[in-house]
């Protein structure tokens, strides 16, 4: 099992940045694929971004593609979401994942595939 705890959420300006992160608990954090996803008040949970489990595949959402960037520290068992010219539409908790995966290259974008899931952290982007 792994246990997740996402930071770094808060209030920015339209256009501004933050980087959110993902701390992993156990030893294993290397053979999960992981991704991040947002829910928006009223709205579903969506896929942001997704990232294999050595960190060199990744996958991105349209509506975030060229603004934020996943990658992950197998290190310090921490995955990353960079979000780069924020805009209100991203306002929604963020949500990072851990999938048990077989593969070295698997990334998952489909949150039912996903076992692990943290708490959640807010963004929220201003005007």
């Known amino acids: 099992q792994v246990q997740l705890v996402e930071s770094g959420g808060g209030l920015v300006q339209a256009g501004g940045s933050l980087r959110l992160s993902c701390a992993a608990s156990?030893?294993?954090?290397?053979?999960?694929?992981m991704g991040w996803f947002r829910q928006a008040p009223g709205k579903e949970r969506e896929f942001v971004a997704a990232i294999n489990r050595s960190g060199d595949i990744t996958n991105y959402a349209d509506s975030v593609k060229g603004r934020f960037t996943i990658s992950r520290d197998n290190a310090k068992n921490t995955v990353y979401l960079q979000m780069n010219s924020l805009k209100p539409e991203d306002t929604a908790v963020y949500y990072c994942a851990a999938a048990t995966v077989i593969l070295r290259v698997q990334v998952i974008i489909t949150s039912a595939q996903y076992h692990y899931w943290g708490q959640g952290t807010p963004v929220t982007v201003s005007s």
């Open positions: 156990g030893r294993t954090f290397s053979t999960y694929a």
